[in-house]
């Protein structure tokens, strides 16, 4: 996507009118709308003015990556050590084979954190499971009462046909 389109769609997803960001560039709106269209580009200050709007990195408005994060989240503190930046940095000096491992637990983790808001349905599951467990035993047990019954049957017809000429 070049960075009109990319322009374009920040806008519009966060329906923010040409008017508004012309005003707060401090442009006009045939300036914003040139840009959309991929008349003109902005300079880099305007550039950078339009990234610190949206709250996305001028990378993304220009269409080196897809990722919108702005790049002063990798100064974000994920601990007393480490930064969003310097855990990006030691993925990218592990192998190929632990970055997919680490995606994988990332994965993982994932799932873990969703489970707890899982809890009230897995219940639910688990008390459904044993009402059909305790239907079934019913079910069984009348199976078991008709087939003596057939038996039962049986014989005094049976018994009957011995009886009759």
Avoid: W
């Amino acid at each position: 996507m070049n960075f009109g389109d990319t322009l374009f769609q920040l806008r519009t997803e966060r329906g923010i009118y040409q008017k508004q960001l012309a005003e707060y560039l401090t442009v006009s709106i045939g300036t914003i709308s040139n840009y959309e269209n991929g008349v003109h580009c902005p300079d880099l200050n305007t550039l950078c003015r339009i990234a610190e709007y949206f709250n996305v990195s001028a990378d993304y408005l220009l269409g080196l990556t897809n990722n919108p994060m702005p790049i002063d989240s990798l100064n974000t503190k994920l601990s007393d050590e480490d930064t969003v930046g310097s855990v990006l940095n030691a993925i990218l000096e592990l192998s190929q084979s632990s970055r997919q491992k680490l995606a994988q637990y990332l994965s993982m983790v994932k799932i873990c954190e969703e489970m707890p808001g899982m809890e009230g349905t897995i219940e639910k599951q688990k008390l459904l499971i044993r009402r059909q467990k305790h239907a079934i035993e019913r079910l069984n047990q009348t199976v078991g009462r008709q087939a003596q019954e057939i038996l039962r049957l049986k014989e005094l017809l049976g018994e009957k046909s011995e009886i009759s000429p």
